[in-house]
Every structure is written in C-alpha cells, then in structure tokens.
C-alpha cells in the first residue's frame, strides 16, 4: 500500500492507492474505527452505494469480536430518495438498516437518515441541517462518488454554497443507479441530500473510489480544476480529506 501526497490548491488531499477492494475496504475499515475511537462520542457521516459495503461488513466482524463499539456514536446519513418508504428495499434506510444498523449496538434514536417521504420536504432539509449543526457538524464523514463527479446527490452544477437540499437527479444518475430497481422508471426522480457546504464542514473526509470506472473522475477531482461542474472537485479546498482508491491515478 503506497501513501503519497498531492499538492492541490492550497491544501493537501491524501491519496491511499491499494491493491484491490478488499484492500481498499480493510484501510477504509481503519481509518473509520480511528475516527470512533478518537472520541467519546463521534459524529459519523455514512454513504450508501456499492462502495462501502466490505467496509460495513468488517466493521460488524470487528464489532462482533468486541473490538469496537458504536454506542456513544451518531451517524448522519449523506442523501435519501425522495418517495421510498423506509421498507422499501431499495431505500437508503433500508440499505443503512441490512448493511449495518441491524447488526451493530447504535441507538436507533442516534441515527438519522433524511425523510424522503416528509410532508414537507423544504421544512426537513431545514431540520436535518439543524440536527447537525446541534450535533457539533461530522468529526468523520465518508463519501462515495458517482461517475459524474457527484457526492451524496449533488449533482453537477450544484453550488458550493449548498445545504441539505431537495435535488432533481440527472438521468445519467438514475441510470446508473437502476441496477438496484427493478426498472429505470421506478428510479426516484428526486432526493434529498447534504449539501456541498454541509460536507465541507465535516472534520475529517474520507472518500473512497473503486472500480476502473471512475479513473475518468477521480483524475479530475485530483487533479483538475475546483468547479461546480465536478461537485467532487470541491474536496482539493478540504484541509483534511483521505482518498483511498484502487485505481491508478
Ligand atoms: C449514489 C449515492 C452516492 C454514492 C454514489 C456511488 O448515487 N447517492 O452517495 O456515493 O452513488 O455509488 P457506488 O459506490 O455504488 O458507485
């Protein structure tokens, strides 16, 4: 595993290069339980996606081993669709609850997930972005990214300036993402997600890119220019953003 440094704008993006995704999982499962055990009761920002699943799955083995513990932990979930209830399998509740909820000692009380089927979607934007702010903002948050460039659902062309918000997906978006439904039409056309200036205020950013894939992106978001069209590319003003990849960049 080789750590090198990019110099980007004006501040630093770590680069962690493994070998394969179950490399990639194993350092991303290490740093996640750094950022839990640094303190006593860490805020914890989780993405959904194929991405970080090995990850949640070492961190149950290292719960149920006794190694960790996510009892005095919060976590913030980075995006939801709007329409899904919280049953439907292919909604991120539903996902956050088979992929790691169940299996972990978290309170359900600390865990939140924006509601995409609120009444009022505006008013619960509002709220989420308050239950963070309360919260004292993430200490650790880790991203995914889509082949757009997008991370949570913001997708390009989204300001910097963002909070949560209510988007509309591209198609592309909803595309990619129909491999989990059972037809492109059933794909939400909307969804609720952190804003881009939501996640620049997490502590701590850890983003993980797999597959051959996004090289396209990841090149962009490392090395080209800071733009709302790359929403990712955002990241190279974080002061203290970890990009763990199998790729070769
Ligand atoms: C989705 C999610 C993102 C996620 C991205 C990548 O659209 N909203 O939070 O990071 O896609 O997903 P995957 O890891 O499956 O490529």
Redesign the pocket.
């Known amino acids: 595993m080789k750590l090198s440094t990019v110099r980007m704008e004006s501040e630093n993006v770590k680069i962690i290069k493994t070998k394969n995704n179950e490399e990639l999982s194993n350092k991303a499962a290490e740093l996640f339980v750094q950022a839990l055990q640094r303190k006593k009761q860490p805020v914890i920002g989780l ?5 970080p699943e090995r990850m949640y799955e070492l961190l149950i083995e290292q719960y149920r081993a006794g190694k960790i513990s996510f009892e005095q932990a919060i976590s913030f979930n ?2 939801e669709y709007v329409g899904l209830s919280v049953e439907h399998p292919t909604s991120y509740h539903y996902y956050m609850e088979e992929k790691l909820f169940h299996a972990i000692d978290i309170k359900k009380e600390n865990t939140h997930i924006p509601n995409g089927l609120a009444e009022d979607l505006e008013k619960e934007c509002e709220a989420y972005e308050q239950k963070i702010s309360r919260a004292g903002h993430l200490d650790f948050l880790v ?4 082949v757009n460039g ?1 991370i ?2 913001n997708e390009p062309g989204t300001s910097f300036d963002s909070r949560t918000h209510v988007v509309t997906l591209t198609e592309s ?1 909803r595309e990619v ?1 129909s491999r989990f439904f059972e037809k492109l039409a059933d794909v939400p056309k909307e969804a609720i997600t952190m804003g881009l200036s939501t996640i620049m205020e997490a502590k701590e950013i850890m983003l993980l890119v797999q597959g051959d894939k996004k090289a396209d992106i990841l090149n962009k978001v490392i090395h080209g220019e800071v733009t709302e069209d790359i929403p990712a590319s955002i990241l190279q003003r974080h002061p203290n953003t970890t990009v763990i990849t199998d790729i070769e960049i």
Do not use: K, Q, V, W
């Open positions: 993405a959904t996606g194929s991405t980075l995006d991203l995914g990214i889509g997008h949570g659902f978006t993402n």
